[in-house]
């Protein structure tokens, strides 16, 4: 058996397309952390450099021998888009953690129903006034409406934690609650995003076939938390190479046989870095040989996944400020609102009640995958994930300097609810 291959002038056009994505990545995400910016934005933004809205626009002859020197280029560099993807949420599905007790319990329970289910119902009179030109180019209404309503609402537990790492307050009252209502939060709107696309990809709305398909989403996560429970943590005196191989190959195979089902190659891989946790725990061995592949993936693979969502932004054609600023005001409003309003009984202080009002709005890698997941299934039109990528590199950053400000004014202001 003979496999197809590039030629070598094509494998060479590859590579340096993969070195500019990574350079440019690497280069604008190091300054927008001097700056004191999320590292992701200026990844995306070094992206956005490379494509339609500067290299191309400028020079579209260099631009075409570099990323679109032949016809299978772009399925090429989307196999390293896919990895990505599946590394950040597998990585993300690994670093989950809950933790609920009846200190903070009524906290949790406002801030989720106020950050999540009063901005997604919010959000229905605004579903007609944009779907003219925020729908994709299958036309499911349903499909778009959801995705709409949970770009409104999602949170990005990566973004927030590297907030809080960099701020020292990473542990606190304050930072356990938010990451806390963060993981349900994403969970559920995981399974409201799943289930967009696998009604996108039936064209129809199959009411049996949704309700099995959040069953087995959640059954999922049931039968993980049965296993840590059960099953005593597997100490891991494997070899890192069987570690990682055996990691691995569950990765894929899971992802490959959950597709089967009907569950998006997103959450399969955040299931298995859940699942990985449960079976070997979070022993120094384990968390060593997890940061070992988190500094690999966050090194080349998940920078040229943002940079790649940054080339196919194009903020020249395929945008309009007005209807983007008016999409970012409703989407902070609502999450605002929802959340400060919901914290009203709750006895915190005005200062704390808005600070978990604007950290809810960091939207963050979830609000990227959101766009990009809806995009490649075409529910979302390039204007709609242009907008929301656009709403989650600004909100992510007046979160962390929001944040910042209020450190400055009382360096305590966090480790008290």
């Not at 995705?147 to 701020?167: L, Q, R």
């Not at 995003?193 to 009411?207: C, H, V, W």
């Not at 009640?353 to 809810?360: E, G, P, Q, S």
Request: some cysteine; proline content about 2%.
């Amino acid at each position: 058996m003979r496999l197809a291959t590039l030629s070598e002038k094509e494998i060479i056009i590859t590579l340096i397309a993969l070195a500019l994505l990574l350079l440019f990545a690497f280069v604008f995400g190091t300054l927008m952390e001097k700056i004191k910016g999320p590292r992701v934005v200026g990844e995306i933004l070094g992206g956005m450099i490379l494509g339609g809205s500067c290299l191309f626009l400028l020079f579209p002859g260099l631009s075409q021998q570099i990323f679109f020197s032949y016809a299978e280029e772009g399925k090429v560099l989307n196999i390293f888009y896919q990895l990505g993807l599946i590394f950040l949420m597998f990585l993300s599905g690994y670093n989950t953690d809950i933790k609920v007790d009846k200190s903070n319990a009524k906290t949790i329970s406002l801030v989720f129903i106020g950050a999540t289910v009063l901005p997604m119902a919010g959000s229905i009179p605004f579903f007609g006034l944009f779907k003219e030109h925020f729908i994709g180019s299958i036309n499911n209404e349903f499909s778009y409406c959801l995705v709409f309503a949970i770009g409104v609402a999602i949170t990005s537990i990566p973004v927030i934690s590297k907030i809080f790492f960099d701020m020292g307050i990473m542990n606190t009252a304050f930072s356990n609650t938010v990451l806390t209502v963060s993981t349900f939060q994403d969970l559920c709107l995981w399974i409201l995003l799943n289930a967009a696309t696998r009604i996108a990809q039936s064209g129809e709305i199959k009411l049996v076939e949704m309700i099995v398909i959040v069953l087995v989403t959640i059954g999922i996560f049931v039968v993980i938390y049965l296993i840590s429970k059960f099953i005593k943590q597997i100490k891991s005196e494997w070899k890192p190479v069987t570690f990682y191989s055996i990691s691995f190959t569950v990765l894929l195979l899971t992802c490959g046989l959950l597709y089967i089902l009907g569950i998006n190659i997103m959450y399969s891989a955040f299931v298995v870095g859940y699942l990985i946790k449960a079976v070997f725990g979070t022993s120094d061995t384990v968390k060593s040989r997890m940061k070992s592949l988190e500094q690999i993936a966050f090194s080349f693979f998940i920078p040229v996944y943002f940079a790649l969502v940054g080339i196919q932004l194009n903020v020249i054609h395929d945008f309009s400020p007005a209807r983007f600023f008016l999409f970012f005001a409703i989407a902070f409003g609502l999450e605002f609102i929802g959340t400060w309003l919901l914290l009203l009984p709750s006895g915190l202080k005005m200062g704390t009640r808005i600070n978990f009002a604007i950290t809810m709005n960091a939207r963050g890698g979830p609000g990227i995958v959101l766009a990009t997941v809806a995009y490649s299934y075409n529910i979302i039109s390039l204007e709609f994930f242009t907008v929301l990528i656009l709403t989650t590199m600004l909100s992510s950053m007046i979160a962390g300097y929001y944040l910042r400000l209020q450190q400055k004014k009382d360096a305590g202001i966090f480790d008290k609810l």
